[in-house]
């Protein structure tokens, strides 16, 4: 199965279900519908139809001690892991399996989103976001699936994250 709508399913959250609580929270966002993205590059391909914004990178990580991170920045910002998990005293950070992505963040590879915490909040998947989307006017996001894009503000991301008991760790990368 991939990770676009047609399986939305087979999630333990759908996209269908995210969006309609965001909008019985009155959380703002303007959505795309496009081809399944699994990729940055591909990412880059749509992106010239929607409105300016940040468009982010998820890294889905674990750590030595086998704690789970999300790690959401900017699309172009490279980060070292290793100094990655210096800084958040989680040493040994490595990417994590599609098995454990499922199960913890009830999402398949191409998908990772920080929308995704509706299921980590769960499993203690700790989330971490680069301070500049903070500062951004729109940050563009994947609703659990990679062929739909959801732009909002950072204020309403935000939002979402208090209505799931989500307080992420906002660090300048």
């Excluded at 172009?76 to 499922?102: H, I, N, P, Q, T």
Aim: charged share 25%; with cysteine.
């Amino acid at each position: 199965m991939d990770a676009s709508s047609a399986f939305q399913d087979s999630l333990p959250t759908t996209s269908d279900a995210l969006i309609a609580r965001m909008d019985a929270l009155g959380i703002a966002y303007t959505r795309y519908d496009h081809v399944p993205l699994r990729t940055v590059a591909d990412s880059k391909l749509v992106q010239g139809e929607m409105e300016a914004g940040v468009h982010v990178k998820n890294l889905y990580l674990r750590d030595r001690k086998k704690r789970n991170l999300l790690v959401t920045l900017e699309q172009d910002r490279e980060v070292d892991l290793k100094s990655l998990g210096e800084r958040l005293g989680a040493a040994g950070l490595s990417f994590g399996s599609e098995e454990r992505l499922m199960e913890n963040l009830g999402i398949r590879p191409g998908a990772v989103s920080p929308l995704a915490m509706v299921n980590g909040v769960k499993q203690n998947v700790r989330l971490v976001i680069d301070a500049a989307v903070k500062r951004a006017s729109l940050v563009h996001v994947h609703p659990l699936v990679n062929d739909r894009t959801l732009a909002m503000t950072p204020a309403d991301l935000i939002r979402w994250f208090d209505a799931i008991g989500c307080a992420p760790e906002w660090i300048e990368l």
